[in-house]
């Protein structure tokens, strides 16, 4: 079974920054591919970013290209969210969620996505 814990969110201004970490438990988390979903207040769940297992690919919804990144250290079985020139749409929980070893399903589909953490709570003010 596979843990996942977000940690990083908080209160920020309009065009700050943060970074969100996604620490998981288990041995095989460098085979897992690894989402980011946010749930914005009264909005259903929308993809956010996604990076490949082997970290060789990154996807990201347009709303944020360009303005997020998302890495990930496998020694430390740590992904990362960095969220720069944040705005109040970016306001929302923020999920982290990993795939079972070694799938490479589609990445914006939340059903690919077996393990999910507890989310975080992102706001940003105006």
């Known amino acids: 079974q596979v843990q996942l814990v977000e940690s990083g969110g908080g209160l920020v201004q309009a065009g700050g920054s943060l970074r969100l970490s996604c620490a998981a438990s288990?041995?095989?988390?460098?085979?897992?591919?690894v989402g980011w979903f946010r749930q914005p207040p009264g909005k259903e769940r929308e993809f956010v970013a996604h990076?490949?297992?082997?970290?060789?690919?990154?996807y990201y919804a347009d709303s944020v290209k360009g303005r997020f990144t998302t890495s990930r250290d496998n020694a430390k079985s740590t992904v990362y969210l960095q969220m720069n020139s944040l705005n109040p749409e970016d306001t929302a929980v923020y999920y982290c969620?990993?795939?079972?070893?070694?799938?490479?399903?589609?990445?914006?589909?939340?059903?690919?996505?077996?393990?999910w953490g507890q989310g975080t709570q992102v706001t940003v003010s105006s």
């Open positions: 288990g041995r095989t988390f460098s085979a897992k591919a």
């Open positions: 969620a990993a795939m079972r070893n070694l799938v490479t399903g589609d990445p914006y589909n939340s059903l690919e996505y077996a393990y």
């Open positions: 990076i490949s297992w082997s970290a060789g690919s990154t």
